[in-house]
């Protein structure tokens, strides 16, 4: 079994900061891309932020220049860092990673359950 939890979020100003976190944990093998995506109220779920194993990133055009997303792979954990958010950033923030278990020898993705980010303007 495995778990993606996610921490951080809130409750920010426009052109605040703030940073999320998640963790993966259970019966992993190894791990693949880890990233994040978000989904704002009535809108469908888009990418944020991937990163690889070996440290390849890719953000949406729309954070490129202020989220920066890293990760500690000793650790099985990603990390994004949010600056000059803006309202538009407001949204649900979910973990995602690529992985294997120890148990089913193909790569699956996983995604934690959510955390909210809101900005006010």
């Known amino acids: 079994q495995v778990q993606l939890v996610e921490s951080g979020g809130g409750l920010v100003q426009a052109g605040g900061s703030l940073g999320l976190s998640c963790k993966a944990s259970?019966?992993?093998?190894?791990?693949?891309?880890m990233g994040w995506y978000r989904q704002a109220p009535g809108k469908q779920r888009e990418l944020v932020a991937t990163?690889?194993?070996?440290?390849?990133?890719n953000y949406a055009d729309s954070v490129k220049g202020r989220f920066t997303i890293s990760r500690d792979n000793a650790e099985n954990t990603v990390y994004l860092q949010m600056v000059s958010l803006k309202a538009e950033d407001t949204g649900v923030y979910y973990c995602y990673s690529n992985l294997m278990t120890l148990y089913e020898l193909r790569w699956l993705d996983y995604w934690g359950q959510g955390t909210r980010v809101t900005v006010s303007s």
């Open positions: 259970g019966t992993i093998s190894s791990i693949n891309t």
């Open positions: 990163i690889t194993s070996s440290g390849s990133s």
